[in-house]
């Protein structure tokens, strides 16, 4: 009886420290999934930051070729103003040599030079608002 009390109480404290064993493993269990939950989530947030980095430089480098664009479309305006006001000028002094115009034709090719000047100036302070930007 007595050596059936010993093999008893042994086979409890084998039990719990079975079940003490068991308990600290899924102790540290939970801990090292709270710690790999904590990885993927800080993992999942770095991607994140990631991609809306990769999205804002796409949108930087579009907003830069799209200025670009437009500042070589303003500066192929300026030169066509300027070549309309050569044109202009070489038909206002042939035609003054030639005696050919009335003093409303010059009045009319100073007006469209004059207008055309305007736009150009405009045009050169758009330019330099874009390249600014730029």
């Known amino acids: 009886m007595r050596n059936l009390i010993i093999v008893l109480t042994f086979l409890f404290t084998a039990i719990l420290k ?12 939970a801990k090292m999934e709270a710690k790999e939950k904590k990885a993927v989530v800080k993992k999942v947030k770095k991607a994140e930051k990631e991609a809306q980095e990769a999205a804002k430089q796409e949108k930087e480098k579009e907003r830069i070729q799209k200025l670009k664009k437009d500042i ?3 500066q192929k305006t300026i030169r066509k103003y300027e070549k309309q006001i050569e044109k ?3 038909k206002l002094e042939k035609g003054k040599l030639k005696g050919k115009l ?3 034709d010059i009045k009319k090719i100073e007006g469209k030079i004059e207008k055309l000047k305007a736009k150009t100036v405009k045009e050169k302070e758009k330019l330099l608002k874009k390249k600014k930007k730029l």
């Open 18 to 29: 079975g079940q003490e064993s068991s308990a600290s493993p899924t102790i540290e269990d």
């Open 72 to 74: 070589a479309s303003r």
């Open 88 to 90: 202009l000028n070489s």
């Open 102 to 104: 009335a003093p409303t």
